[in-house]
């Protein structure tokens, strides 16, 4: 699985990367055929408190869910995302 973190007008710290592969590794783990996450930060302008934005995509064969989250911290951010893209990847499966 490839992990493709792009932080948008600013240099995303270690702990961030180190956080967000963790999450991806444990949704690979319920959804082993991903092929690769695709991650899109971003601080929106003005600088409110609520201005942190996580775009995540999630490749696999014959999909890919998409969510996109605003929140007052990347790390919140990033967990809305993942756990919106868990409901769509569990729907899917349910369809099956």
């Not at 695709?38 to 696999?60: C, F, G, R, Y």
């Not at 890919?64 to 995302?81: G, H, N, Q, R």
């Amino acid at each position: 699985m490839d992990v493709r973190i792009q932080a948008i007008n600013f240099d995303a710290s270690e702990k961030l990367t180190a956080f967000i592969n963790k999450k991806a590794e444990r949704l690979q783990r319920h959804f082993p055929d991903i092929t690769t996450i695709d991650v899109k930060l971003t601080v929106v302008k003005p600088e409110t408190a609520m201005n942190k934005e996580a775009v995540i995509k999630v490749s696999q064969p014959q999909e890919e869910p998409v969510a996109t989250k605003v929140a007052d911290s990347f790390e919140e951010a990033i967990d809305l995302c993942l756990e919106a893209i868990d409901k769509q990847l569990e729907k899917k499966k349910a369809q099956k």
